[in-house]
């Protein structure tokens, strides 16, 4: 079975300042990692996913995050933040081949003006 | 545009009530899923269907069912709704390997 933990549950931070969600996993076979965002009062939408390849994955927005096998940790990082990023961001780890996707906690990001 | 599209944005029942939840996808995916959204616990599985007629059970499926009579439809069931059942609820929908889901707007269904 797999598990996702996001650690912080919530992440205040000021507008143009950089911020790093993290998110770690645990998988007996090698896997697939997604960032989802979910705006208030809207359903989650993706940000960004690792398949394959490059380790390190950008979204159109600016965010970016790098699938670290060693230390098994898909972190979301952005250097500079706006008030409209302002969201619940969620990890989520599929195994390869298989059909079921495990979601972490989420993270509630809020920029300060 | 892909689009999944959820029966009702918000609803009322009250216990004991039949409770029906629809889901539609148009993106001809062969994956749907129901979730649940609580607070501090983020997204749980209910059931999920990779098939027409073909479903199995989430993390979570005590008092719940599920129906998929057609690829594109996926409806969630509560028999006897529940206090504890006040949630949010997601659906998505995936393709059969390796995909990302697509999410609907979810419904928050709230049992007095």
């Known amino acids: 079975a797999q598990s996702v933990t996001q650690l912080d549950s919530q992440v205040p931070v000021f507008e143009e300042a950089p911020v790093e969600l993290r998110c770690n996993y645990s998988s007996s076979v090698s896997v697939y990692l997604f960032w989802y965002v979910q705006y208030p009062n809207q359903g989650l939408q993706l940000l960004l996913k690792y398949l394959s390849g490059s380790t390190l994955v950008e979204s159109i927005n600016g965010f970016e995050a790098e699938f670290n096998k060693s230390q098994t940790s898909f972190h979301l990082r952005k250097p500079s933040v706006h008030i409209s990023d302002t969201a619940e961001y969620f990890c989520a780890v599929l195994p390869r081949g298989y059909q079921k996707v495990t979601f972490g906690t989420g993270t509630k990001l809020q920029v300060i003006p | 545009d892909v689009k999944v599209t959820q029966s009702s944005r918000y609803l009322v029942k009250r216990t004991g009530e039949k409770v029906f939840l629809e889901c539609v996808q148009d993106?001809?995916?062969?994956?749907m899923f129901w979730y649940r959204q609580d607070p501090g616990l983020g997204l749980r599985l209910i059931y999920f269907?990779?098939?027409?007629?073909?479903?199995e059970k989430g993390d979570i499926p005590e008092g719940y069912s599920v129906s998929r009579e057609k690829k594109e439809r996926f409806s969630l069931i509560l028999e006897s709704a529940s206090t504890n059942q006040t949630s949010m609820y997601l659906c998505a929908s995936a393709p059969r390997f390796g995909g990302e889901q697509y999410f609907g707007p979810g419904t928050r269904l709230t049992v007095t």
């Open positions: 993106m001809d995916h062969e994956n």
């Open positions: 269907s990779y098939d027409v007629k073909m479903k």
